[in-house]
């Protein structure tokens, strides 16, 4: 079917505006329908079409909600849950889960790089901070962050040189002056990817790294799950990215690609989880109710996990350096 007819045939509040938009990688506007997305986690209303380019097979959402109105699909539940202190007898589990991540991410970078006091550090979507001020304590780092939006009340986050707004409009971060980039999450949120790759390029120093941490549309999960894989979570997610259109992206911005992972800092058993519960529940996942449930699946397919990064579960990682 055509993307067109089969968009109209969606269900979305009229308030909502939508753009077409020609393909991130290779310019095509011909694309035909993949798959249907909703907004699984917090259960706002909307049906967002996802398509591939029928000239080099991207798959993104087309058409897209207009970026003056993705703003209200961030504000949610989840910020806030972010910033929730108790949560009862699994306060210290949360707590822990949660600084694991941000572990996780300085256990990754550091198979690639040794950042010390003299280093510069830039976190591309960088929420609240929270893995800036690691880099900080442990390593000494100074640490810069973008994000298009501004949580200013989050504990130390004046202690950040924080940069408001899209990321490839930041006229004020220095050209050649960032040792390691990091984007956890950012690049498949992104309205412009491969005007933030080629950002990103120009703000490396020579001997930079650059690492991308995204969703792996050729994963286990995501067949398993289809288009209630998490990995979709609509409408945020302008491009849901496999491994080969990750790399030609990044190789089309002229870097290279010094490793590719088939797993990232963030727990793949998240996916796995909230997959289930889409599945099972529909959209609309309240968090108080299901970080028990969340700890004790865990907890049962702790052997399984311990293979993660041989199972292609979910995540995918690129390391990437400015081409000598
Ligand atoms: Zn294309």
Redesign the pocket.
């Known amino acids: 079917m055509n993307a067109r007819t089969s968009f109209e045939a969606l269900s979305n509040p009229e308030r909502y505006r939508f753009e077409w938009v020609p393909?991130y990688?290779?310019g095509?506007t011909k694309c035909e329908p993949l798959l249907v997305g909703e907004e699984d986690l917090t259960g706002k209303e909307g049906q967002f079409q996802y398509v591939s380019?029928s000239?080099?097979?991207?798959s993104y959402q087309n058409p897209r909600i207009h970026l003056d109105q993705i703003a209200e699909f961030y504000d949610s539940e989840y910020i806030a849950h972010r910033k929730k202190k108790n949560w009862g007898i699994l306060t210290p589990l949360y707590e822990r889960a949660m600084s694991k991540h941000d572990r996780e991410k300085i256990k990754l970078v550091s198979n690639y790089m040794q950042l010390n006091a003299e280093s510069c550090v830039l976190d591309v979507g960088c929420a609240v901070g929270t893995f800036l001020l690691r880099v900080k304590d442990e390593l000494g780092s100074a640490i810069s962050g973008v994000d298009f939006k501004d949580d200013l009340s989050f504990p130390r986050f004046d202690e950040i040189d924080f940069h408001n707004g899209l990321f490839y409009e930041q006229d004020a971060l220095v050209p050649e002056s960032f040792d390691l980039i990091t984007m956890w999450h950012f690049l498949e949120h992104c309205y412009d990817p491969a005007r933030s790759l080629q950002k990103a390029k120009q703000l490396l120093q020579p001997e930079g790294r650059l690492i991308i941490e995204v969703p792996r549309l050729d994963s286990r999960t995501s067949k398993w799950f289809g288009p209630k894989w998490p990995g979709v979570q609509a409408p945020q997610h302008t491009v849901l990215f496999d491994r080969a259109h990750l790399e030609q992206m990044v190789e089309q911005a002229d870097l290279e690609i010094v490793e590719h992972l088939a797993y990232g800092a963030f727990p793949s058993y998240f996916y796995i989880f909230a997959g289930n519960y889409f599945r099972m529940f529909g959209k609309g996942m309240n968090l108080d109710r299901i970080v028990a449930p969340y700890f004790l699946g865990q907890a049962l397919l702790f052997p399984y996990l311990l293979f993660e990064r041989k199972l292609n579960l979910a995540m995918q990682t690129i390391v990437c350096r400015r081409k000598p």
């Open positions: 393909c990688q290779c095509e380019c000239s080099c097979g991207l």
